[in-house]
């Protein structure tokens, strides 16, 4: 089905042809029909299948027919994150780039002078996180008594994030006579509950195929809890893998792994809730350019990071909730593409596995790489991590020799430290 079939403005066809669309997906075909009719809907459908078309082409729409001489805020969409606030404002614009309709995200963990004056200067749609948006309602009193069009995208994370009562909080101040759209990636239970508690006669789409991503291959790797960034940097390096998305289970844990992947040459950068809008914005932009080869990232990266064409995904650990899981490997596999996925599984892990694997009905493949697993005989190097070191020298991580301080010798070549070979050379293997 393509996009000229629906009844949409030339100016947005146009604007869809611009973006290199070329059919709706069936999330787009099923959602965009029924929401162009005005009437509260609730949707599911799996994560990279174009939800946020889905409900921004009909918004567009909607508010193109209003014919206003002047913007005014009729739209509002909340997201969980601040990343997905930006990815759902670019999107929006690029849809609208050839109508008058002006789009804003407004987000924290970003100075708020710069979002004032723009949402100041006006704007028909507004994308936010609710802490944000309660900021401008609070300090600098927003009105959102004109806005006639409520989006609620994520709907499954805003409750995992406890922001309920702010979504029913956004209910009571928007205009008396609106629609409201429910958009989540998961239709568990408290979600539905919460659609029939705030939606009015609304109709129900369910695209969600299945559990997980069927465009995405996973497997399981079984390995030595101390040894999983020894493991991501050999395979790495032996596969030429040039762009991996890491997925770590905390902030410490990340920026541990990111600075072991440092150490073997590996160009990476960490990316999670600790970390500034400026350098969170730093790090995917270099990612996504080929900067650099691995990000690590907690699961604030599972929602809201589109990365075009993303090849792998790598959990070195199992997120504590197995539908984070399914959001994690959702960032390869996306439009229309195939992806793979990677878990890093030791024995203490195998509780998150078994629930991971009965949530999407699938029993993952095991793979041991020989060295690694569970059991073998540790490498000189750990038995030897508690010896003292000479001054301004330290243990090479690879063969348990005192080598220069580190830092002073890290030229990169390839992926690869200049002045130490690869982990495929050190091993008598042939790089592929």
């Known amino acids: 089905m393509k996009f000229e079939t ?25 959602v965009i029909p029924v929401a162009l009719t005005g009437c509260d809907l609730m949707a599911c459908a799996e994560t990279g299948t174009g939800k946020t078309a889905a409900f921004a082409l009909p918004l567009l729409e909607k508010l193109l027919a209003e014919s206003l001489s002047e913007s005014s805020l009729r739209g509002l969409i909340l997201t969980p994150t601040r990343e997905l606030a930006i990815q759902v404002a670019d999107n929006i614009t690029r849809y609208a780039q050839f109508t008058s309709l002006k789009t804003l995200a407004v987000y924290g963990g970003a100075n708020m002078n710069p979002q004032r004056k723009a949402l100041n200067a006006g704007v028909d749609i507004l994308v936010a996180t609710p802490g944000r948006l309660f900021d401008f309602i609070g300090q600098h009193g927003l009105d959102l008594s004109s806005v006639t069009s409520l989006v609620i995208d994520e709907a499954d994370r805003m409750l995992d994030m406890g922001f309920v009562r702010d979504i029913e909080r956004v209910k009571a101040l928007v205009a008396r006579q609106h629609v409201t759209h429910f958009f989540s990636a998961t239709y568990s239970d408290d979600v539905k509950i919460l659609a029939e508690k705030m939606l009015y006669a609304p109709k129900w789409i369910n695209v969600a195929t299945s559990k ?7 497997e ?60 969170r914005n730093r790090a995917l ?46 960032r390869t596999g996306r439009a229309g593409l195939t992806g793979h996925s990677i878990s890093f599984v030791c024995p203490a ?31 000189a190097r750990y038995r030897e991590s508690t010896e003292e070191l000479p001054a301004k020298k330290h243990v090479d991580r690879r063969k348990g020799k005192p080598s220069a301080k580190r830092g002073q010798a890290h030229k990169r070549s390839g992926g690869q430290s200049a002045d130490k070979p690869s982990y495929a050379s050190r091993r008598g293997e042939k790089k592929r």
């Open 6 to 30: 629906l009844d949409l403005s030339s100016s947005i066809i146009e604007a869809i042809e611009a973006c290199g669309y070329q059919k709706l997906t069936q999330v787009q075909s099923e």
């Open 349 to 379: 892990d195998e509780k998150k596995l078994a629930e991971i694997e009965t949530l999407i009905e699938l029993t993952l493949p095991r793979i041991v790489v020989p060295g690694y697993e569970e059991g073998t005989p540790l490498p």
């Open 212 to 218: 997980s991503a069927s465009s995405v291959e996973q």
């Open 285 to 330: 932009e270099e990612f996504k350019s080929g900067a650099l080869r691995v990000l690590v990232a907690t699961d604030v990266a599972a929602r809201g990071l589109d990365i075009q064409a993303l090849p792998l995904v790598v959990n070195i650990e199992l997120p504590f909730e197995a539908e984070d899981y399914i959001h994690r490997i959702g």
């Open 220 to 279: 399981v790797y079984l390995v030595d809890k101390r040894r999983k960034s020894e493991l991501l940097s050999e395979l790495v390096g032996r596969n030429n893998w040039q762009q991996v998305l890491v997925f770590a289970s905390s902030k410490e844990s990340a920026e541990h792994i990111q600075k072991e992947l440092i150490l073997d040459g590996l160009k990476s950068a960490v990316f999670h809730g600790d970390k500034t809008q400026g350098a």
